[in-house]
């Protein structure tokens, strides 16, 4: 495995590589790698001859109220999951050289970033596009992986490579949870125990969504309003949003619909969590 | 010489003779091609294996009172052109393909796209920078070849590769001219012959800025004040702007400093016309 702090080196190693017809793909993380980042590693493996992880917290992406210093950053870790994992090449993208100090372009998907979790993080996707177009055009995968988790991250980047005609697959994998359905994020570890608990009640939430879909309900008003109770149970809990929309440009439906998306935003203390499922 | 209107069948052309290790050469325009066009088509057959031209009247760049409907097409002409000038690919980007009904993702350079032409052009340079990247993920060139008449564009579509590391090396070849100076553009089309008398008076206003500053001139208020006095003798003329700027960062200067940019933008009669030169 090696580990390259420079694009230009990066870039030209990948490109010998690809030169020999081999197939690269990309999972670009934040690091403090867990099961969900290890089962995008994974197959990315399968897929493509060589595997990039890149491990960089992007500063574009956090609001000035985040919490970009306290952001976990265990690196030694990090890479020995990547070891283990049989990854390839590790990127770790130096601040100053991804936004030197006259740094000025930004990609912008409009409508799709301003909703649900744009709302309340302002420049937030603005900063997510912008820093995965860049590894992108470094990187020049064939296939680059996203956590479903992050849905409303995956329907942008989509979006953004058809857009722009960027030529790379964009794969998005399931969500992975703890035994107790508590869906794996970095942020995790910011919850003391009695928070850990009180955290799978989001995906108790969307449980109860899936039931009453399930049980023949189509209103979405309802389903939100009874999700919404079943969080106020907890007090450590405040809710942000929950959404039910179209899974493609995120529109909110009134009624159920068929592959539908439901998505909510809790904050549990001082930790905003995010959690999603389909309806089929 | 091919000519092809779809993007996948471009890029797979393409694709193959990079695998074969050709080099790609990039010409973008908007079509009613002259010398300074055909000029950067032979820079690029210079430089590279192969040479893509593309023909497009980006609509994203014009704004809603602009010449978009009225912009000169003569297709059979620039594709005579294109064959005689020994282009391998003519590209003709369909608009349904380009932006489709739902697009809704902008390139931004911020700064050096509000100032000089952005001014009085809200939108145009994200117009720019937007079917730019579009265009080199299409084609995925080695080297893309820019005109020196439109020196802001220049500069924002370097920064926009440098920013989010694209690669491709822009080249930026001089102005062509006609004997009396006039710098030669598309938009020349529009004028009268009355109007192409008057629309001498931007070169000329050029060559006294520099003939000032070879006299010791050195205060920009100054020499652009002496350049607005001899526009203003032509009644046809009005002054969008005239500003002496740093080359690179297009921020204004008090003194003539080596290597900067003196550029302006006059009406003359309804056809809006721009012009520059480096100060060496």
């Given at each position: 495995m090696k580990v390259i702090k420079s694009s230009l080196i990066l870039g030209q190693k990948l490109k010998s590589l690809k030169r020999q017809g081999k197939s690269v793909g990309f999972v670009p993380t934040m690091g403090a790698l867990h099961a969900g980042h290890l089962s995008l590693i994974r197959e990315a493996g399968k897929e493509n001859k060589a595997v990039v992880v890149s491990i960089f917290v992007n500063p574009?992406?956090?609001?000035?109220?985040?919490d970009l210093k306290k952001y976990p950053r265990p690196l030694k870790k990090d890479l020995l999951l990547c070891q283990k994992a049989g990854v390839g090449y590790v990127f770790l993208p130096q601040e100053k050289d991804m936004y030197p100090e006259d740094f000025a372009t930004y990609v912008n998907v409009r409508?799709?970033?301003?909703?649900?979790?744009g709302k309340s993080r302002p420049g937030h996707f603005q900063g997510v596009a912008t820093v995965v177009n860049k590894l992108f055009n470094i990187i020049q995968p064939d296939r680059a992986y996203f956590g479903q988790k992050d849905a409303q991250q995956a329907v942008i980047i989509k979006k953004m490579v058809s857009d722009l005609n960027m030529p790379v697959k964009i794969k998005v994998m399931p969500t992975k949870r703890e035994q107790g359905g508590l869906a794996l994020s970095s942020?995790?570890?910011?919850?003391n125990s009695k928070e850990r608990q009180d955290a799978l009640v989001l995906s108790k939430a969307l449980d109860l969504a899936q039931l009453l879909i399930k049980g023949g309900a189509k209103d979405a008003n309802r389903i939100t309003s009874r999700m919404k109770q079943l969080i106020s149970q907890k007090k450590s809990a405040r809710v942000d949003y929950i959404a039910i929309v179209n899974?493609?440009?995120?529109m909110p439906l009134r009624k159920i619909a068929q592959g539908c998306l439901i998505a909510l935003a809790v904050r549990i203390g001082k930790t905003r969590l995010i959690d999603n499922i389909f309806v089929n």
């Open positions: 574009a992406q956090f609001g000035p109220r985040e409508g799709l970033s301003e909703v649900l979790c942020r995790n570890a910011y919850l899974a493609k440009n995120l």
